[in-house]
C-alpha cells in the first residue's frame, strides 16, 4: 500500500506529462484526467489503494449494504419486467472493489431463476482492482467475465450498473475570457516541474456548442465529456437493440450550467488537481441533462434522475434497515442506520447523487422513479 503524505513530490506521472509538455505544448483537461486516472503503469487506480477506510475515498456500498441489496432488488424486477429472460448480461462498470456486485448477488439469491439466467461482465482497466474483484466475487453463483472494452460485451438483453462510473469520464474544460471562449489546458509551470493551467490560444469550434456569450461573465467555466457521451450513445443503443435497463448513480447537476466541477481526492481530503497526478482520484461532477439527452437522442427512453435519497427510500430503504436491526445488537444496529443515514440523508450523499434509468423502448417504468 503506498503511504501518502500532504506534500505533493512530484510523480513519475508528473515527470512524464512535463517532459511531453515541454515537447508538444499543453494538453488538454481530459487527456490530463484520462493519465493520471488510467496510464497503464501510473494511473491512479493501477497503483493505489483508493476506496475503502484506508483509501482515499469512500463509496455508497463500501457504506452501506443495504445500497447493493436494494439495487440487487430493483435489478431483479427489471429482469422480470423484461419478460424474464433466460439468458441475459449482467453488466457492471467501473466495480471497483467488487463490493456493490457482492451484495448485489447476495440479494438476488431470491431469485435463484435470475443469478442462473445472468452472464456478469465486468467493465475494468485496473488489474489490480480486477483481482480485488475476483477475490470477492469467488464464492458468488455467478462467474464474472472482464472487458476493457463496453463494446466487447456481447449482443443480449441487459441490466446495466453503473455508480460512480461516469464521474471518471475525462472532461474538457473552457474558459470565459473577454472576448469569447478558451480551452483550459495544463501546461509547465515557470519552475519547470509543476503543473498550471493555461488557456488555449484560438476559440473553441462552433460545434462544441459552449453557451452565448451574452449568457456568461469573463472567468466562467463551462465542462463537457466527450468520453462520457459516446459510453452514453453506446449504452442507450446497445440497450434500443437488445432491450434492458441501465441504471447511472453518480453526483452531478440536473440541468448542465457553468462551474468548475474537476477535483481531486487523497486521503479523504480535497487534494490540488494538478499536483502529484497518479496519487489521487480525480473526478469531475456528471451532467445528467446532457446525459439523458444524449440517450434520448438514440432513441432510448430516459427515467429521472431523482436524488439518490429519495430513489433508496422509494425502494424500501427504512423498511430494509429496520428489519436488518432487528437481529442485531444495539451497537450493530446503530451502525447500519448511521450508513443507512449517510448514503440518503440530503445533507450526505442524498442529493447531492443522483439516479438515472436509460431503458429500452417499450418496458414498464423501473422502480424508484415513479411520479409523485
Ligand atoms: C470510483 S470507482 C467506483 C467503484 C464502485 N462502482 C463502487 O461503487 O464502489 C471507479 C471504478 O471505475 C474504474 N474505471 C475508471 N475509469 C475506467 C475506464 N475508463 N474503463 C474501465 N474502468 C474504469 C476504476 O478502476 C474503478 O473500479
Known amino acids: ?66 445500497f447493493g441489496e436494494l439495487i440487487g432488488l430493483w435489478l431483479v424486477d427489471a429482469w422480470r419486467a423484461m419478460g424474464s429472460p433466460s439468458d441475459f448480461n449482467l453488466i457492471e462498470l467501473g466495480p471497483g472493489r467488487g463490493v456493490l456486485m457482492d451484495d ?32 470477492r466475487l469467488r464464492t458468488s453463483e455467478v462467474n464474472p467475465n472482464w472487458v476493457d472494452e463496453f463494446a466487447d460485451i456481447p449482443p443480449a438483453p441487459s441490466l446495466i450498473i453503473a455508480n460512480e462510473f461516469f464521474d471518471c469520464m475525462p472532461v474538457r474544460q473552457f474558459q470565459r475570457i473577454e472576448t469569447g471562449w478558451r480551452e483550459r489546458l495544463v501546461g509547465v509551470g515557470d519552475d519547470g516541474k509543476s503543473l498550471e493551467f493555461v488557456l488555449g490560444k484560438t476559440p473553441p469550434p462552433k460545434s462544441f456548442g459552449l453557451p452565448e456569450i451574452d449568457d456568461t ?19 442507450a443503443e446497445f440497450l434500443r437493440t437488445n432491450g434492458g435497463q441501465a441504471l447511472v448513480i453518480d453526483y452531478g447537476h440536473m440541468q448542465s450550467g457553468l462551474g468548475d466541477t474537476l477535483q481531486a481526492v487523497r486521503g479523504h481530503k480535497f487534494w490540488p488537481p494538478l ?22 437522442d438514440c432513441g432510448a427512453v430516459v427515467y429521472g434522475p431523482v436524488s439518490q435519497g429519495t430513489f433508496l427510500e422509494r425502494l424500501g430503504l427504512n423498511l430494509r434497515v429496520e428489519m436488518l436491526c432487528k437481529t442485531q445488537d444495539k451497537k450493530k444496529a446503530d451502525e447500519i442506520r448511521a450508513g443507512a443515514y449517510r448514503i440518503a440523508a440530503p445533507d450526505q450523499m442524498g442529493e447531492i447523487f443522483k439516479v438515472m434509468a436509460i431503458s429500452a423502448p417499450g418496458l414498464d417504468e423501473p422502480a424508484g422513479f415513479e411520479e409523485t
Not at 517532459?19 to 481530459?30: E, H, M, N, S, Y
Not at 442462473?116 to 483481482?131: D, P
Open 275 to 296: 499536483a502529484a497526478p497518479g496519487s489521487a482520484d480525480i473526478t469531475a461532477h456528471v451532467d445528467f441533462e446532457k446525459l439523458a439527452q444524449t440517450a434520448f
Open 217 to 235: 461573465k469573463p472567468g466562467d467555466i463551462f465542462e463537457l465529456s466527450f468520453e462520457g457521451r459516446d459510453l452514453a450513445m453506446q449504452l
Open 104 to 135: 448485489i448477488l447476495r440479494a438476488a439469491r431470491l431469485r435463484p431463476a435470475f443469478t442462473g439466467a445472468a452472464k456478469l461482465w465486468l467493465l475494468e482497466t485496473s488489474g489490480r482492482l480486477r483481482h480485488e474483484q475476483q477475490r
Open 1 to 66: 500500500m503506498t503511504t501518502k503524505t500532504d506534500a505533493a513530490e512530484p510523480t513519475p506521472l508528473q515527470e512524464r506529462l512535463v517532459q511531453l509538455i515541454k515537447l508538444k505544448g499543453p494538453i488538454t483537461v481530459a487527456d490530463y484526467m484520462s493519465d493520471a486516472l488510467g496510464h497503464p503503469h501510473d494511473g491512479y487506480y493501477m497503483s493505489n489503494n483508493a476506496i475503502g477506510a484506508d483509501g482515499d475515498f469512500i463509496t455508497a456500498p463500501e457504506i452501506s449494504q443495504v
